[in-house]
């Protein structure tokens, strides 16, 4: 099977701005692009509440949306091989399942059915960190694109997969990188005494983000890599360093998640308030 992007779309402003992304990854990959549509049934499943138009209303629907998908994509990215499909189920099911399949699932941030003030809708925190690979989670209007990409990394080996995806989204782009380690130290380390020991974890902390980046620096020796370690929260931190980047990639836990939790704390806290498209990586 040839490799490929999928992207889900529904029509919205969140769905146009990650079919743009989708297609750019695509182009700049070499890979071919699967836009996917879910026909969601069932709000219509009961008498009380049927189909608006009759039973293929939505199907017609979904059709329409494909088809302004696919001129949208030929207008933008005319070199890259894009296939559709309608696919009945709900929109986690069905995008959840092309995850499989696919090297890269792309999603808007929210569809039509959620909530105008709602910066993330439900979709992408089911599907971010629930299946395999790389969920990139698309805002609307989240201003001009910048050249540098943005990694969080810590201690932990679940930063592995999305070191080795930020890598090679800052090759493709000829860009920096930014590998980005906020730790928080202990609450004794702000009394008087313990000057020295805080001075010792800070080195640490910079001897463990050089090691972990050691390797993937000979692997990508044409990336210039900018080493950005911090005592901070990682969330606001990430946060801050997005308003400069082109995309931010995280894993999909990290060292203070439970093991049986999917989507940690911090990969939660970038898709709710990052400024630039995210990259969650399992």
Known sequence: MTESIAVGTDGSAAATAALEWAVDDAARRGLSLRIVHAVDRRP????????????????RLGEQMLAEAIAASAERGPDV??????IEGTPVEVLGEQAETAVELVVGSRGLGGFAGSLLGSVPIRVAGHVRGAVVVVRPGAGEPHDEVVVGIDGS???EPALGFAFEQARLR???????????????????EAGRD????????RRMAADRLAGWKERF?????VQDVTCAHPVPTLVAASAR???????????????????????RGVLHHAHCPVAVVR
Do not use: I, K, N
């Not at 091989?81 to 309608?86: D, N, P, Q, R, S």
């Open 198 to 205: 805080t001075d010792e974890v800070r080195q640490g902390q």
């Open 81 to 86: 091989c894009v296939t559709t499909e309608l």
């Open 174 to 192: 000829g860009c920096p990188l930014r590998a980005v380690h906020a730790w928080q130290a202990p609450v004794h380390a702000f009394m008087p």
């Open 221 to 225: 020796p044409t990336v210039d890599v």
């Open 245 to 267: 980047a082109g995309l931010l990639v995280v894993g999909s836990r990290g060292l203070g998640a439970v093991g049986s939790v999917l989507l940690g704390s911090v990969s």
């Open 44 to 59: 219509y499943d009961v008498a009380e509440l049927p189909a608006p138009g009759g039973p293929d209303h939505l199907s």
């Open 157 to 159: 080996a679940e930063c």
